[in-house]
C-alpha cells in the first residue's frame, strides 16, 4: 500500500522561526502537493511539484517555499512563521498529471506562538 | 477559474437514515477528474470514488452511491443508512487535465447519532 509520510505530527514553533515541514513517499510518484487545511475553508494548495527539483504555486504560496531534491521527498518551507500560518498541513502524492487519485499524509498540525 | 462548492457546512442525521452530500463545480476543462474523499477523526483522507468527465454513469458501492450530472455541475454523494463510523468531514475535489491540480471543496462534516 501507498504511504505518504510526515515528519510530524505536532509542531508548536515561535513566530519569526524558519520552518520545515517534511514529506516523504515510497511509490515513485512523479507529483507531490502540500495543502493547508482551515475550518470553513477546506484543503487550499499551497504548492506542488511534478519531478525533481521541478515547482509550482498553488493557490496561496504567500510565505512559503517548497524544495524537491529527490524524488521521494517534499519539503514546505515557512521561512518566517507567522501567527496566522497556524493550520493543518497535508502532503499528497500522486502518479502523474491526470486522474489517478491522490494519496495522504497523516498530516501535521502546527501552531505558530 | 476552477472551484468546486459544498454547501452544507454540517448535516447530522440519526442512525439509518439516508443523507445526501451536495458538490458542485465549475471547470472550463472538457476533460477532468471528480474525487470524493473522507476524513475521519485520526485526520488522513481516504479516497472513496474518482469519476472522469466523460462517465456520467452512476456508481454504488455498499451503502454509498454517487450522482455525476454534467448538466448541472453536480456531483453529489448518498449514504444509505448512515451508521455512526460514516462521522466524519467529506471533501470533493475537482482535478483539472490541464493542469494536475486538485482543488477540494470547502469540507461537508457529517455527523451521525446513534
Known amino acids: 500500500d501507498v504511504k505518504v509520510t510526515q515528519s510530524s505530527r505536532y509542531l508548536v514553533k515561535r513566530t519569526g522561526e524558519k520552518v520545515f515541514l517534511e514529506c516523504v513517499q515510497d511509490?515513485?510518484?512523479?507529483?507531490m502537493f502540500w495543502y493547508r487545511q482551515d475550518p470553513g475553508l477546506g484543503l487550499r494548495l499551497i504548492y506542488f511539484?511534478?519531478?525533481?527539483?521541478?515547482?509550482e504555486k498553488g493557490d496561496i504560496p504567500e510565505g512559503y517555499s517548497v524544495s524537491r531534491e529527490k524524488k521521494e521527498r517534499f519539503s514546505l518551507i515557512l521561512e518566517s512563521a507567522s501567527t496566522n500560518q497556524t493550520s493543518m498541513y497535508l502532503c499528497a502524492s500522486s502518479t502523474d498529471r491526470q486522474g489517478n487519485r491522490s494519496f495522504f499524509g497523516q498530516g501535521t498540525r502546527l501552531t505558530v506562538v | 477559474a476552477q472551484k468546486v462548492t459544498q454547501a452544507q457546512t454540517e448535516i447530522s442525521v440519526v442512525e439509518k437514515e439516508d443523507v445526501t452530500l451536495d458538490c458542485v463545480y465549475e471547470?472550463?476543462?472538457?476533460?477532468?477528474?471528480l474525487f470524493w474523499y473522507k476524513q475521519p477523526p485520526s485526520g488522513e483522507l481516504v479516497f472513496l470514488i474518482r469519476?472522469?468527465?466523460?462517465?456520467?454513469q452512476n456508481e454504488i458501492s455498499g451503502r454509498y452511491s454517487w450522482n455525476f450530472q454534467k448538466s448541472t455541475s453536480s456531483f453529489n454523494f448518498t449514504i444509505t443508512a448512515s451508521q455512526v463510523v460514516d462521522s466524519a468531514v467529506y471533501f470533493c475535489?475537482?482535478?483539472?487535465?490541464?493542469?494536475?491540480?486538485?482543488?477540494f471543496g470547502q469540507g461537508t462534516t457529517l455527523q451521525v447519532k446513534p
Open positions: 475535489a475537482l482535478r483539472s487535465s490541464n493542469t494536475g491540480k486538485l482543488i
Open positions: 511509490m515513485d510518484h512523479e507529483n
Open positions: 469519476r472522469n468527465s466523460f462517465d456520467e
Open positions: 511539484s511534478y519531478d525533481v527539483k521541478m515547482k
Open positions: 471547470t472550463r476543462d472538457t476533460t477532468y477528474y
